[in-house]
């Protein structure tokens, strides 16, 4: 069953539109201050980082994506080849239906095998704490993600709707499990409140997964034979933009921004809000059908893309992008401000 739908979802996510309609990330409200005089050399910018004891190559995360049914072995061997050679971080999908069916297994143990020294993350849902320990187990997870997807069980016909008691899951999951955990949204993106109570819980890893990307309402009113539902909550959500700032102004966990990052450019901005990295799921899913060589060449231009940003404002690495100035405009300030947030403090940093 869970099987059939992970299935489902590939192919929609593939075939259909399947983002936001008339709500975006909100990356284009936020401006890098330009540099005429950048005063460094682009051959010597740095753009490696590391997490939790690992060095990668880039900030870029491809974050949760499949696993669990058979057509999933070939896209996550790809995924695996691409996060291997390009060394950045490799988030598969939830390992619910692999757990339950360990026929399944291969569809995520192949990840390893193809990526024996890639930073992998597993996947499991925020009530599943008897799931935890197998997750890490099955492919030697690096970080455990565990998602909530309160939207899409809204939509989805056969959706869980009570979600009473998940805080205190993911603290014994945290306890549990001797990886740092990781807590994600899919799309609709974390308010400083939530990621207060998360900290609290002991996450060690925040991944926003905020609105303007894939909307999984969307994906799931393509599946609905009802899509009343599904189309009125289409775009709701918190965009990735607010929510990256809300939670890095709130927390002292590393954060992910994702949700709608589609290039270096985006990256950047993201970055110099104050995240650590940042994570894309369809353009990975998108590419890795095309083969190897189109997931590499997306790994590329994403990687050139961001170091030409860092020259154009000065930054020779990430610390120093991270202390970029950046105006915040439009839609985005306006929200931040209703929610008392200054917006002025990115905006004479150096
Ligand atoms: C996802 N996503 C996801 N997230 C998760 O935590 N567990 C999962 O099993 C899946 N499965 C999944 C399948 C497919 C086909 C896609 C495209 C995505 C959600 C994903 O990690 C991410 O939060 C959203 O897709 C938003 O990011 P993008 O696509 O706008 O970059």
């Excluded at 390992?95 to 020294?117: D, F, G, K, M, S």
Aim: hydrophobic share 40%.
């Amino acid at each position: 069953m869970i099987s059939n739908r992970k299935s489902e979802h590939l192919n929609i996510c593939n075939n259909e539109d399947v983002s936001f309609k008339n709500k975006t990330t909100g990356f284009n409200d936020i401006e890098l201050l330009h540099k005429a005089l950048p005063e460094i050399n682009k051959e010597e910018i740095d753009i490696s980082t590391s997490a939790f004891g690992k060095k990668l190559d880039s900030p870029l995360f491809f974050t949760a994506i499949t696993g669990g049914h058979p057509e999933a072995k070939k896209l996550n061997k790809i995924l695996a080849l691409a996060a291997e050679e390009k060394n950045i971080g490799l988030g598969l999908g939830s390992q619910r239906a692999a757990i339950e069916h360990p026929e399944l297994n291969e569809t995520y143990t192949v990840a390893r095998e193809y990526a024996p020294n890639a930073l992998l993350l597993g996947n499991i849902g925020a009530p599943q704490i008897d799931l935890a320990e197998d997750a890490v187990k099955m492919f030697d997870a690096d970080i455990l993600a565990v998602h909530l997807n309160p939207l899409q069980e809204s939509i989805q016909p056969e959706g869980d709707l009570n979600s009473e008691g998940f805080l205190d899951s993911i603290s014994k999951i945290t306890d549990l499990v001797d990886v740092p955990v990781m807590v994600k949204e899919t799309g609709c993106g974390l308010s400083s409140e939530d990621a207060s109570l998360l900290e609290n819980a002991g996450v060690n890893y925040i991944d926003v997964e905020g609105a303007g990307g894939t909307s999984w309402a969307a994906v799931e009113t393509f599946r609905a034979k009802d899509k009343y539902l599904g189309e009125l909550f289409w775009d709701w959500g918190i965009p990735t933009a607010v929510s990256t700032f809300e939670v890095v102004n709130t927390v002292n966990v590393p954060v992910i921004s994702s949700g709608g990052i589609r290039s270096g450019l985006d990256a950047a901005k993201a970055i110099a809000l104050g995240a650590d990295s940042v994570g894309m799921a369809l353009p990975a899913l998108k590419n890795a059908y095309y083969g190897l060589e189109n997931l590499i060449n997306l790994i590329n231009q994403f990687n050139e893309s961001l170091k030409i940003a860092m020259f154009l404002v000065g930054a020779k690495n990430l610390d120093e992008l991270k202390n970029s100035s950046l105006i915040i405009k439009g839609e985005t300030k306006e929200w931040l401000e209703q929610r008392g947030f200054n917006t002025k403090i990115y905006a004479r940093r150096n």
